[in-house]
């Protein structure tokens, strides 16, 4: 049977249940049919009148449904009536289906189990000695509990190094450019000549000049030259690895086909109009969507030009309708 709360599966105290679903369904707590005499009976009377589920007009109802609804009228006709109330302490609490079926059970197994009981005699308790047990004999020259006879390990640890490792960094070699890359051309231009001064040494003796032998010739790295601090720095423009990339495949490719695209020249430095084959001034040509009207020679003016244009299809937004 399918309810609103379910039933708690785990022992809980008197009254737990109850109030959870009282504050869970947003209405009173519901009760046990048991919880006084008269609304036991009352139940106990409507079970016996519905033993089972009814068809009403067609329609089928079950045991406890039915057995709910008779409840409920009478406990409204109890309610309503004033005479009821003011002069008796009846109770008929709110209970619902699920602790109404949850009580039959429990009452029908609790009469199986009374039956059961009657033809079987419980078994006595077991009998026991009115006199204490005498104390235990103690055994002279040994100990109750037993010691160990070996002597107990020594564990032998490492001495404890914690902190005392040296990590070895990673060496990074710095390269200090020389003075004159770093000073700017202008300032070394304006700071005077300072000659350096000319080291004085001792005259050392003569030694006669040795015959020249040929030597293995040992390569020599190649060093980039330094700049005088005079000269003007050159800055090479940072090209990003994709550009660079594309160009040395293109070059690659025109390599391997025997084919170079020629490079676009200028053939002038001016733009000339093909109409009156001068230079094409903003002030005297206008640009209507590639279209170029020349005032020098054109034969209508610069609003019949544009309206001609636009009649002809000109102006108008990609999928737009005609």
Known sequence: MMTRFRTSKKAVAPGVESTKRCFAGGRSPAQWPDCNRVCEALFVQ????????????????????????????IRQVVLNNATVMEKTSLQLPVVNTATLSSWYCKR????????????????????????SLPPAVQRKGKPCMPQSI?????????????????????????VNPPSDLLRPPFLAALEPQIQPPTPVFPTPPFIPPLQPQPLCSVPQPHLPALQPAGASVVHV??????????????????????????????????????????????????????????????????????????????????????
């Open 46 to 73: 409507l079970c016996e009148e519905y033993r089972g589920s009814r068809r009403i007009d067609g329609v089928r109802h079950e045991r406890w449904s039915l057995v709910m609804k008779a409840y409920l009228h």
């Open 150 to 174: 070996v002597a107990s390990h020594v564990f032998l640890l490492p001495p404890n190094t914690a902190g005392t490792a040296k990590l070895q960094g990673r060496k990074i070699r710095r």
């Open 237 to 322: 423009p940072y090209l990003p690895y994709t550009t660079t990339h594309y160009r040395k495949k293109k070059r690659e490719e025109e390599e391997k086909t025997g084919f170079k695209k020629r490079k676009y020249t200028r053939s002038s430095a001016t733009i000339l109009c093909r109409q009156c084959q001068r230079e094409r001034d903003p002030a005297t040509h206008n640009q209507y969507y590639g279209n170029w009207y020349c005032h020098a020679t054109a034969t209508m003016t610069l609003a019949e030009w544009r309206a001609a244009l636009e009649a002809q299809g000109y102006g108008r937004k990609k999928g737009a309708p005609p």
């Open 108 to 131: 029908e197994r609790g009469q199986e189990k009374r039956i059961l009981e009657q033809g079987i005699c419980p078994p006595q308790t077991t009998t026991v000695s009115p006199e």
